[in-house]
Structures are given as structure tokens and as C-alpha cells.
């Protein structure tokens, strides 16, 4: 058993492998085999067919600086969701106590406390005051 890890060892060398943009498409081919489960298309297979052949082509490529940066650009845009979505989480947290406003001059996010009347409101970022009514 050493022997065929060894092997399969000497085989990855110098290749990509998995990495977190595999894992992703993964969870995609993933998805795609659930549905195709129950709809039965062809273009579901196709697409399970061309999701599968791109993860072997990613973790088997020699193009490392390439499919590196392809991983870095998905990073990216990982990074991105996952900060909309606390954001998000946030707000609905806040629903009760508080109501987020945009700024009148830089369009900052502000978050004032639900207090029924009209308010004057400063923002950090730029320095503005201005009104707001709250219901």
C-alpha cells in the first residue's frame, strides 16, 4: 500500500492538486448530481460531465502560477460574499433596535437607533449632519 502512495506521490509532483476553488466546484458538481437526480435532463449531465473534467484538469494542471491565480480570484470574491452576508446577518440582527441610513454626502452606512421623530444624524466618515425621520 506504501508503494501505490509513493507512486501516486511521485505522480502529483510538480502538479496543482485540490485547492479551495476545487472544493467549491466540487459542491457545485455536488449540487448538479442532486438535481439531475431528480429532473433527469441532459443538460444537467453535461453540465456534471464539464464540472467533473474541469476538477481533474485543475488538480491534475502543471500551469501552477496560472490555476494559482485563479484560486486567488475566487479567494477574492469568496472574501467579498462572506463579508456581504455578515453584513447582512447584522442588519436583520438589528431589525428591532435599529434602522441603517446612507449618508446625504459620502453614502456611508449609518446605523441609528429606532427612536420614533426626526433626528439629526452625524456621519464619522465625512463630517455632515443632516436630518432624518424615522417612523
Known sequence: MNRFFLRLQQFMHGRNGL???CGF???IYTIIVVLNFFFHSIYLL???LLVAVYIVFRALSRNIFKRSKEN?????????????????KGRLRDIKTHRYIKCKNC?????????????????PKCQCNFKVKIH
Open 25 to 27: 466546484l466540487f459542491i
Open 46 to 48: 453535461a453540465a456534471e
Open 19 to 21: 485547492d479551495k476553488f
Open 72 to 88: 486567488q480570484a475566487y479567494i477574492k470574491v469568496e472574501r467579498k460574499v462572506k463579508a456581504f452576508l455578515l453584513r447582512q
Open 107 to 123: 453614502k456611508a452606512q449609518l446605523r441609528v437607533k429606532r427612536i420614533k421623530g426626526e433626528h439629526t444624524v452625524h456621519c
